[in-house]
């Protein structure tokens, strides 16, 4: 039985391109392919929050055979499958227009320990998974010669469920491979791959999937074998769980597996991407290899770094991690360390920050020697970045450290509305999608016409209510034991309400709890009866991040506090689905990361296309996209005032800026009940957004400075850091 046969039931003969179409992701960001499962059938395809795979076991296959005659329906998918078929096979795109001499037979390897693809593979926690995963879409659509690696947690994240006192607890729920696009790679003799991976004194068998993202193949990992123990079996289960060795296990499967899978599957990389120091092990493997096949260590340092870029996402020192050198030369055995011979201690010595513990091994530094290249993911990063490492390369002035910059960016196709889409067809024409590049493109949206787009930002809120009305319904049925609970969902939010959304990762540096340091003041802001306020909030803490589940804790009880009759809601689950909800359906994006704590941000950008303007801190991505004109910015505080006095002054700015200029703003109509002015800054926001922080943008910029040059084999690396 073929792996496809296994997932997806019988399909009526006319039908069957549906398998095929349900298992490569690149449906997620086809309008018309979205529009067909749908089509299938609505109420199951929300049931099933847009899983085409669940769809097509669930579906009445009664229902499909009518289908399979109707002249309608089968116009509609003949048109997807003619796509579909173009999308798998061609290589033609971008990529080979802009780079006509570089082959693509060696590809560029991108390793992450997170990819954020769709709801339904939950493989990701946040802003980096979801970053990853945009990555790999846009290098389908510009047909740029890309794999991706990561593994497979069978458990993912996890599902976040809030405690009537606020506590966040944490479940999880296993997922099911089936409902998922993954697929086995398998041998000639349809049997799973796998790969035998020593790991200190003993060998961990791990098995390989891949997963079609358009015409990049993703290739996970999962130890999950039946030839491992217990324990080893669920090294890979949970993405970030487990502590600290459990950690430096699952980065030694990435990395170091993942380069074996690749040799084993005859795959040869010309370009190895690091994306943030979960992965660098990769290139510790292919120093290895390098040593064994002859080498000194001093050669195969300079041929490794020659072709690998590592790109690093976050000031925040928790961010990176930092193992004790000797549990790393344990995990690593004493194969891998014959392999290097005597320059063994000399090699994993490449982990150690010359002017730190010499007993610790940090991933950054190691990929920081090992890469020739490194990036930060936007300006402003770039240049916290450079101050952050300096140090490394010794006395050097801090601008001529050599970490460069590519800010980051999001893919259109999936966080832009349909509706969005539909008025950029009607008034700047059904070519925009292919005139993306041009700055006058963008420039167009300011004409469109003001009542048109305000009527469909309208509905994309009254989806958001509605979602939020029904989730809290499905949780009231099943799960919760509190009225207040269904309060605490939002159920009382009004859609004629000024809605500002505030969702991220409960870290204390984004200071989800600046809005609350005065409660009088937001109170006054919040129950105003002519111009009222409310608040939706979403976000998951960290399970080991106890400051971050106190602050949920706090916000959450104001949730359910009289005084803010029922304005102030929290949405359990952050998700891919719920942030689609959310940047489509809010009137205000709100980021308040403590500066320059930042290193981009994603979501204000997502909010951004969808007509949703941002207010933020002066930081990450804001520094490069705020205009005047498309948002508001809480001016920097003074570089020599202490943290909690910068709180004290952005919250105040916040306030002020809410009370005299944004909430006015919103609720100043004219005559047809349009707020002129803030669609103006609507249109402004989409510009900006689709001029400058689309991973289009973004991926046409790695393939220039860095893909490309370093395919040709001619990119030189920069300088190493010394010692
Ligand atoms: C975009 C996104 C993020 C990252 O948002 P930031 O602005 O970087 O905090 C996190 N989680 C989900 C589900 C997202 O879609």
């Known amino acids: 039985m073929t792996p496809l046969r296994a997932k997806i039931p019988e399909l009526p003969p006319r039908l069957e391109g549906l398998a095929a179409l349900a298992v490569n992701l690149a449906w997620s960001w086809h309008r018309q392919s979205r529009a067909l499962f749908r089509r ?20 009445d296959p009664a229902r499909l055979d009518r289908l399979a005659r109707d002249a309608d329906f089968l116009a509609h998918y003949d048109e997807v499958m003619e796509w579909l078929a173009v999308e798998q096979s061609s290589t033609a795109g971008w990529f080979r227009d802009a780079h006509p001499d570089v082959g693509t037979s060696h590809p560029v390897a991108y390793f992450c320990a997170e990819f954020g693809l769709h709801a339904s593979v939950p493989i990701y926690s946040g802003g980096l998974g979801v970053l990853a995963g945009d990555h790999c879409k846009t290098a389908s659509d510009l047909a740029v010669p890309l794999i991706g690696i990561g593994l497979f947690y069978k458990k993912g994240y996890f599902d976040q469920r809030v405690r009537p006192d606020g506590w966040q607890e944490d479940t999880n729920d296993e997922v099911k491979p089936d409902r998922t696009p993954l697929i086995p790679v398998v041998d000639a003799d349809d049997l799973q791959v796998s790969i035998q991976l020593p790991m200190g004194d003993r060998i961990i068998h791990v098995r390989a999937w891949t997963m079609a993202v358009g015409r990049v193949t993703l290739y996970l990992l999962d130890t999950d ?50 994306n943030e120091g979960h992965a660098s092990f990769m290139m510790l493997e292919r120093v290895r290899e390098l040593v064994l096949g002859g080498g000194t260590l001093d050669d195969a340092i300079t041929t490794v770094r020659q072709r690998t870029l590592f790109t690093t996402h976050t000031p925040v020192p928790a961010g990176h991690d930092v193992f004790d050198l000797s549990d790393v030369a344990t995990c690593a055995g004493t194969a891998f360390l014959t392999d290097l011979g005597a320059d063994g201690p000399r ?93 006058e493109m963008w420039d167009a949206v300011l004409g ?61 540096y984004k200071r989800a709890d600046l809005l609350f340091r005065d409660l009088d003041r937001l109170r006054t802001l919040l129950t105003n009866v002519k111009r009222p306020v409310q608040l939706v909030i979403a976000g998951k ?40 909800l959310l940047v489509q359906g809010v009137d205000l994006w709100l980021n308040v990361p403590r500066v320059p704590l930042e290193a981009s941000g994603t979501s204000g950008m997502k909010a951004g296309l969808n007509g949703v303007p941002q207010l933020s801190t002066i930081d990450g991505w ?60 609507m249109k402004e926001a989409i510009r900006t957004a689709g001029q400058q922080f689309t991973s289009r943008r973004m991926v046409q910029d790695y393939v220039t400075r860095y893909y490309a040059p370093m395919l040709r084999g001619d990119l030189l690396p920069d300088d190493p850091p010394i010692g």
Do not use: C
Request: proline letters at 5%; charged letters at 25%.
């Open 541 to 580: 803490a960290h399970p080991q991040d106890t400051p971050g589940k106190e602050v949920l804790q706090s916000l959450y009880h104001f949730t359910r506090d009289p005084i803010f009759e029922g304005r102030v809601a929290f949405l359990e689950d952050y998700d891919m689905h719920l942030a689609h």
């Open 347 to 439: 090699a994993f010595g490449l982990g150690v920050h010359p002017n730190r513990d010499p007993q610790q091994f940090h991933m950054t530094v190691l990929a920081m020697r090992l890469a020739g290249h490194v990036n930060g993911v936007a300006q402003r990063h770039g240049v916290v970045s450079r101050e952050l490492w300096g140090d490394l390369w010794g006395a050097r002035p801090t601008d001529e450290v050599p970490i460069g910059a590519i800010t980051n960016g999001v893919h259109l196709a999936t966080w832009m509305a349909s509706p969005i889409m539909r008025l950029l067809d009607i008034h700047v024409g059904h070519d925009w999608g292919n005139r993306r590049d041009e700055a």
């Open 225 to 274: 074998h039946e030839a491992n123990d217990a324990e080893d079996r669920e090294l890979t289960s949970k993405l970030y769980a487990g502590g600290i060795p459990m950690r430096l296990r699952q980065e030694w499967v990435l990395g170091v597996g993942g380069v074996r899978l690749l040799r084993k599957l005859g795959l040869a990389p010309g370009a190895w991407h690091a």
């Open 40 to 59: 299938i059938d609505e109420v199951l395809w929300s049931a099933t929050s847009h899983n085409p795979i669940v769809l097509l076991q669930r579906v």
């Open 622 to 681: 804001w520094e490069e996209g705020y205009t005047g004109r498309n948002g508001w910015a809480i001016p920097k505080a003074p570089a020599d005032v202490d943290p909690a006095t910068a709180d004290a002054l952005d919250a105040d700015h916040l306030y002020q800026l809410l009370e005299q200029e944004v909430v006015p703003m919103w609720y100043d109509r004219d005559e047809h009940g349009v707020p002129r002015q803030w669609v103006r800054v």
């Open 448 to 508: 469109v016409d003001a009542l048109k787009l305000w009527t469909e930002h309208e509905r994309l809120k009254e989806v958001l209510v509605r979602a939020i009305r029904e989730e809290a319904r499905r949780r009231w049925t099943t799960t919760w034991r509190e009225a207040a609970q269904v309060v605490a969902a939002g159920t009382l939010l009004d859609p004629g309400t000024f809605t500002i959304g505030f969702a991220r990762r409960f870290a204390t």
